[in-house]
């Protein structure tokens, strides 16, 4: 049977406005809708109100409902029920539908027919339920819909899930970015652990040599100090077996190792062969930091604490990869930095990266051997060493070191001449 022609303005009104009408008519899908906080919940129940709030705006309904508002046109929708003769209508073909559906689609002047086609439903009216719709009595009852007072709780449940939203981006951005941290942090553990792990390895294939007489043989009071006196000097130095280690790790120059080769050592060449391979390791002296330390020289050290601190990610940061290192404009950096880096100005800093080896490429700098969570043995380039415009904070320690290191400024001296 065909369909029955129906006022075409009634069917395009209808449409335009069913989305926002539908909101506000009660469903028996009606969804309740807890806050969108995921502070004092799991993620899998967060999870689950989110999906909540979406199925209530993609199907059709009210947010203020569902968060327990209570509706004007709730009640108006149940006394409308109750003036047909049935609580539903009769659907023939499709999903069910309420009177209220049904009457803001028939609207005020009704002139179809008893059979008609509302969105995918057919509807059969009996006479009773026909002619009152036909009326217009119940679009005046309804009228105006939405009530004005729910369009206001609607709005303002709609901007509290809103910023209840918003909150919890804000949560779960931090979250994210603490785990990042932890990340990285693991990451940098797991190869300090695995590099420990590695060096105990090649101590017990040693048979412990360098922990050997290290109570004995490493003087622990004024072999550093200005004050030393060459006999104390001179008996730390013949009983010590890990002193030309030591040496080397103050400074990478030639005359230091040139000492190195004139000191006289019993040990057999297995021993010599173990001292070698760690000459990373970092000597005791009054610079020397307290715990496990990555790089040799203190600017350097200084330099990877500084940068793996997040506080100071707006001033001084690793590259996403850990290869390169960020320094923000001078007006940025501030003086506590400065003081941990041993620095007096934002130009020493500077000078001082090149004057260890540091290139700047693309804005960061770069130096082949400083990488994140990597031990290094940087020390400065010889050019700088050598170079009248810049003083050498390793010549100034050796200065400071003791008797030890006047043999070294005897040589230095004889080069010169």
Sequence with gaps: MATPPQDTSNVGNFQANKNIFDNFIPQHHDKSLSPLKPANIPLSEFSADLRKHLSVLNEGGSIARGRGEDLVSTGLSKSLDSLFSATTPFVTEGPPLTWTSLVLFAGHQFEGSAQL????????LSGDD?????????????????????????LQSTKTATQELLDARKMINEVLGQISLVEQHLHDHYIL????????HDFTQHEGLLFKGVESSVPTEGVFEPGASPEDESSGHQDSTSAPTAIHHVSNDQSVQQVNGEVDDPSPPADLDARNNIQDVPCPGNDARPGFRLHTSDFVQSLSEVLDDPENGEVMRWSEDGHSVFIAPENKVPSHILEKMSTKSYQSLIRRLYYFGFRKTGG???????????PSSIQPTREMIHSPSLSSPTHNNNSQRGPRFKVIKRKRTRESV
């Excluded at 026909?130 to 609607?154: H, I």
């Excluded at 652990?193 to 105990?200: A, E, F, P, R, Y």
């Excluded at 960061?364 to 990597?374: A, L, N, P, W």
């Design 130 to 154: 026909f002619k009152l719709l036909r009326s217009g009595r119940p679009w005046r009852f309804l009228y105006p819909w939405p009530d004005k007072d729910d369009c206001t709780k609607e």
């Design 193 to 200: 652990v695995s590099q420990l792990s590695q060096t105990k």
């Design 117 to 124: 086609q509302v969105g995918d439903s057919r509807i059969e």
């Design 364 to 374: 960061v700098y770069r130096h082949e051997s400083f990488i994140r969570g990597q």
